[in-house]
């Protein structure tokens, strides 16, 4: 799939926006389908099957998490980025906990919504073919062998550490909500602190500077993040 040329569908109820947005899009090449509500946004995610989803949440009909929530639900993996206001950190976990791909604050710059689209659609290809070394950076991968390298000399990490390293490189460029990684990496609900600390344990071992990480990025409130170049 060529970036450039995806069909993005954009949901959202208010006319600037689309019109900003299908300008912006048009002008880099990607087809653009409209939709105003909830409704007639999973009509035409089932119809026209889009490379990608831009997803208000606060639509006329229904809430932008329910759009998200029947989508999943029908086992429909579009990647889903979301449109939310900057005080609704809570908005923005519980789209990311049901199974979007990624968020952008009003107002955004149109920079930061290619760079966000760009990732959602290469994780997509990722997840199609994940290749078994995965590098960003200095940063190297063996998922087959689980050894992980920094630039070029091998990095000892704990198997808790792995297990997040791994489910982080699975979704590169994608945030996890604490929620997510604590799930998958100790099986269920505990305490976020654990997390932390482990998380503090791994850029220590992979970040030139553990206090301005350039891999492992934290999304306040929210969770993490994968660089992926």
Known sequence: MNANAATILIVDDEPPILRLLRTSLVSQGFQ???????ETALAEAGRSSPDLVILDLGLPDMDGL???????????????????????EK???????????DYVTKPFGTAELFARIRAA????????????????????VDLVRRIVR?????????????????MLVAHAGKVLTHRMLMSEVWGGETDVQYLRIYVRQLRQK?????ERP???LTETGIGYRLKME
Do not use: C
């Open 32 to 38: 653009v389908i409209e939709a105003m509500n909830g």
């Open 66 to 88: 329910d759009v998200i929530r029947t989508l999943r639900s029908a086992g429909n993996a579009v990647p889903i980025l979301v449109l939310s206001s900057r005080s609704d």
């Open 206 to 210: 992979i970040e030139t500077n553990p």
């Open 214 to 216: 350039q891999y492992i």
């Open 91 to 101: 908005g923005k976990v519980e789209a990311l906990d049901l199974g979007a791909d």
């Open 121 to 140: 659609l290469r994780h997509r290809l990722q997840q199609q073919g994940e290749p078994p070394v995965f590098r960003s950076g200095d940063l190297e």
């Open 150 to 166: 920094m630039r070029g000399e091998e990095v000892k990490l704990t198997p808790k550490e792995y297990d997040i390293l791994r």
